[in-house]
């Protein structure tokens, strides 16, 4: 997957919620550095990159009496040609001077210290001579071109595979990092003693968008026509495919028997450029799609359950909002929603109109029979449009303040993570094993 689809989800959510206008904290190791520095101290600055080549980056401190969060700088060596540096990653305010990291008087020596919840994990990069000064509106940022580099001193990388069918898409990677608390779960992991479920690959041509989409079927295990399984339907289906092993978790949540045995749908976004907004953002046809098109065909070559109660859409970011929609307009047939970070911020026709557009609906709405889990990250905050509508955050506690006061039944979570698959990935056995064992309470 392109490395440009990540930061655009950088980009849109990309400061804590937290600490926007809080200063930017000192390292003690830093300050020491700058002091030894100052002072003439022989060989400071190599023996400081000594140190980084053998512990690696980014820089980990405690804070005396803080349990919850740590000191995190990262580094970078610059050069005789080195003007500027900025950090690219979520975990930091999205304010473009406050990204930019701190030159060390007649060295080398570049760095940028955050103050980072310990169970945290995030994906980050360097921009070099960054050509986005004067600092620009934020939301020109797509235009502007940045090379990103990765950290020379953390070989972890978060790989983002090249879709095979987009001519035009490549892999790329970016530079990860764990905190020490950080959660690691085995079942993203694959296990060869666990017998795999079968993943069939189709084109569905819809009259009604007037485009063509990839689909996948994935059937467990000892599958087996007579019986009606529950249903798993994953919007954004390509990511979760590819960025989050979606198909290995549910092998081994089954195998284990975290959940039941289940069919699941992975429904792609066309090829064309554009259309992930248009058709996620409260677009009726697509939801007229989805019960008129995708389901029939479903229906017509697997054994899947009708029940609404057995039936689970899932999606993130704007597909979260889509999967929202879908079960709204249809509680007959989705009785369970996931949704992950999704950005219930943007409006109608995303970024133009009034934000909070889904949560509306939802407000007007007579309450439905659908049970959901909702997740966030806290660093996940960036305002969505100009006007200063509500971040990114705030409208995922405000949508389950929603869901609370109208009687829904409703799981949610908040993660210490950034908005990227890194964390998706992490948190969807969880839900899936909450939403598909689950019985509708309400």
Not at 206 to 216: A, D, G, K, Q, T
Not at 372 to 390: A, H, V
Not at 397 to 410: A, N, P, Q, T, V
Request: proline content about 7%; overall charge positive.
């Amino acid at each position: 997957m392109k490395i440009i689809l990540t930061f655009c989800f950088t980009i849109l959510f990309c400061f804590s919620a937290f600490s926007q206008e809080l200063p930017i904290p000192k390292s003690p190791l830093m300050t020491k550095l700058e002091k030894d520095v100052s002072d003439g101290k022989s060989g400071a600055v190599e023996t400081f990159w000594t140190f980084v080549n053998n512990n690696g980056t980014p820089l980990v401190e405690k804070i005396d009496g803080e349990k919850d969060y740590s000191l995190v700088t990262f580094v970078w060596r610059g050069d005789a040609e080195t003007k500027n540096v900025f950090l690219q990653s979520n975990i930091y305010t999205w304010v473009l001077p406050r990204r930019q990291l701190k030159n060390i008087a007649d060295s080398d020596i570049w760095y940028l210290t955050a103050k980072v919840k310990n169970d945290a994990r995030f994906t980050y990069q360097f921009s070099v001579n960054d050509p986005r000064l004067p600092f620009p509106d934020p939301y020109d940022w797509f235009q502007i071109k940045v090379n990103y580099l990765n950290d020379p001193f953390n070989k972890l990388k978060f790989v983002y595979p090249k879709d095979a069918d987009d001519p035009n898409d490549y892999e790329s990677d970016a530079t990860l990092f764990y905190m020490p608390g950080s959660p690691n779960t085995p079942f993203k992991f694959v296990d060869e003693k666990v017998k795999k479920g079968k993943l069939e690959k189709l084109n569905l041509k819809s009259e009604i968008l007037s485009n063509e989409r990839r689909i996948w079927f994935y059937t467990p295990n000892n599958y087996t026509p007579s019986k009606k399984y529950p249903l798993v339907v994953f919007l954004d289906g390509v990511y979760y495919l590819n960025n989050i092993p979606a198909p290995t978790i549910l092998d081994n949540l089954i195998a284990q028997g975290k959940i039941p045995p289940v069919v699941a749908v992975f429904v792609a976004v066309p090829l064309e450029a554009g259309l992930r907004e248009k058709e996620y953002y409260g677009n009726p046809q697509f939801v007229d799609f989805m019960m008129k098109e995708l389901l029939p065909l479903v229906n017509s070559k697997l054994s899947v359950t009708k029940k609404p109660s057995e039936t689970t859409i899932a999606g993130l970011s704007a597909s979260g909002v889509a999967a929202g929609f879908v079960a709204l307009k249809h509680p007959e047939r989705f009785g369970k929603v996931i949704m992950q970070s999704p950005a219930l911020f943007w409006g109608f026709d995303y970024y133009g109109a009034d934000g909070e557009w889904l949560i509306a609906q939802y407000i007007e709405a007579k309450r439905k029979k659908i049970r959901f889990y909702m997740e966030i990250g806290t660093y996940e905050g960036l305002p969505s449009t100009r006007k200063g509508r509500p971040n990114a955050f705030h409208s995922v506690r405000h949508f389950r303040d929603i869901l609370k006061m109208k009687g829904y039944d409703h799981i949610y979570e908040e993660f210490s993570g950034t908005h990227e698959f890194v964390n998706w990935g992490e948190s969807l056995p969880d839900a899936l094993i909450k939403m598909v064992n689950a019985v509708n309470r309400r």
